[in-house]
């Protein structure tokens, strides 16, 4: 396909469009056009990803010029745009043009930028100009550009559910119902997406020309239908300020942000740090060897967490060492929720450490899964932040630790290893001071406590 037709297809979807709005999803009426129900195995837009990168959360972006120079880096998770005439035409092979439609939070980005670097695997090593990388600068996409990528690292709208994040403008469904604490998926089955298209009618005096306003579905966080509408193909407005999540993840993700919300009610999508997953290929075929993780929400200044939680000695200021697989953390969170809610006194701070910790990183070599998390026993009177033993016997509080056991334990958790041997649990070496427990991202009674939390 000859360039300047695809740059016309790419630049025909600016914001001059006859039916864009500036914050409403409200199609102005169109008398001028016919329109008919159909199906279109041609999802309106892609979710970027990566080829052959290893752990990394960019993939790289080629000049539309000339796609031998990569000038910029897409971060992994971005929405964008191709023809339809560039898909399908040579398997997973090659590289289409794109328009960017959304780029992912750089403020996340910027944390794992900010990281320590000192060990091979360092979550630093994963941004586009991570210090491994040193001399290679490239600037990262923004909303509009226009370039090359790897067909390969591209992935179907249909596999993902996108929510809306938190600085975006208040749009309104046209019902009228504000659409900034919702999910919106497309509307789509095995037989394709629906979409409304629309041409001009055969009386009309000029060329004939046809669009497809794809059709969304509106949700609430459990994920009940509110309302379905059609919005052209990329309309200009809410899609910039949509985070695709995948549905592999997206069950544990929104119980995540409820559980945010008991605390802080704005607790948006894009105040959660992910990870994205780590893949390896074979051919365009690729295998997840680590899947996404999310991050625990610890306030960098303080080291704060959800419901009175405390991370001590954080591997860094951003916190680097608190990334968990989701369904693992969800179930953390509620055993934090829970335990709050009974012990309220001196003593009680949940005070935790490591969770995801690469085998490069040295120590913490049970870590790596991302299902782990070392906890500290609990004390008689003291929240300090200094190790303690169980062995300490005028610090340390048994019962506080056996009922915090207890919790782990209904949690569904796979491993729990503590040393004190009036408590059930696993013994090992080095476990005095801590208790190790992994949660296991697909036991069906994790995945129940961090959906439902705990039975009253
Ligand atoms: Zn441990």
Redesign the pocket.
């Known amino acids: 396909m000859n360039k300047l037709l695809i740059l016309e297809i790419i630049i025909s979807l600016f914001c001059h469009s006859l039916y864009a709005q500036d914050d409403s999803l409200i199609l102005p009426s169109a008398p001028e056009f016919l329109c008919n129900q159909q199906k279109l195995a041609v999802p309106p837009f892609y979710i970027s990803d990566e080829y052959e990168q290893g752990d990394r959360i960019w993939e790289n972006f080629r000049k539309f010029e000339n796609d031998k120079i990569v000038d910029k880096y897409i971060p992994r998770g971005s929405i964008v745009y191709t023809p339809e005439e560039m898909i399908g035409t040579e398997g997973s092979t090659g590289r289409v043009p794109v328009k960017i439609l959304s780029v992912p939070s750089k403020e996340n980005e910027d944390r794992i930028r900010n990281s320590k670097s000192n060990r091979r695997n360092s979550i630093e090593d994963k941004v586009a100009d991570s210090k491994s990388l040193k001399g290679i600068n490239r600037k990262r996409v923004k909303v509009n550009d226009i370039g090359w990528i790897g067909k390969a690292s591209l992935k179907e709208a249909k596999n993902h559910t996108f929510m809306v994040t938190k600085d975006s403008p208040i749009y309104k469904s046209p019902a009228g119902t504000a659409i900034s604490d919702k999910q919106i998926t497309l509307s789509y089955d095995d037989t394709g997406y629906d979409v409304l298209r629309c041409c001009t009618p055969d009386t009309f005096n000029g060329p004939i020309t046809c669009f497809d306003r794809y059709k969304f579905i509106l949700q609430d966080l459990e994920g009940n239908d509110l309302e379905s509408f059609y919005v052209k193909n990329l309309e200009c407005s809410f899609i910039q300020n949509l985070a695709p999540i995948s549905n592999t993840i997206i069950t544990p993700i929104k119980s995540i942000l409820n559980l945010m919300r008991v605390e802080s009610p704005k607790f948006s999508i894009d105040e959660l740090e992910l990870l994205p997953s780590y893949q390896s290929w074979s051919g365009y075929t690729s295998r997840i060897k680590r899947s996404e993780m999310a991050k625990m929400p610890y306030d960098n200044e303080t080291s704060q967490g959800p419901f009175g939680s405390y991370h001590y000695r954080p591997d860094d200021q951003q916190n680097s060492d608190a990334y968990m697989k989701p369904n693992s953390q969800c179930a953390l969170l509620q055993v934090l929720k829970k335990h709050q809610e009974s012990c309220t006194t001196a003593g009680c701070q949940v005070q935790l450490g490591?969770m995801y910790h690469h085998d490069n990183w040295g120590s913490?070599e049970?870590?790596d899964s991302g299902e782990?998390v070392?906890i500290r026993p609990f004390r008689k009177n003291d929240d300090d932040n200094a190790g303690l033993s169980y062995t300490q016997t005028s610090r340390y509080d048994r019962e506080k630790t056996k009922s915090f056991i207890k919790l782990l334990r209904d949690s569904g958790a796979r491993v729990i290893i503590f040393n004190d041997t009036q408590i059930t649990a696993r013994r090992l070496e080095n476990h005095n001071n801590?208790i190790?427990v992994c949660f296991g991202e697909n036991r069906q009674k994790v995945k129940n406590t961090c959906k439902n939390g705990f039975a009253e």
């Open positions: 490591d913490h049970s870590h782990c070392d801590h190790h």
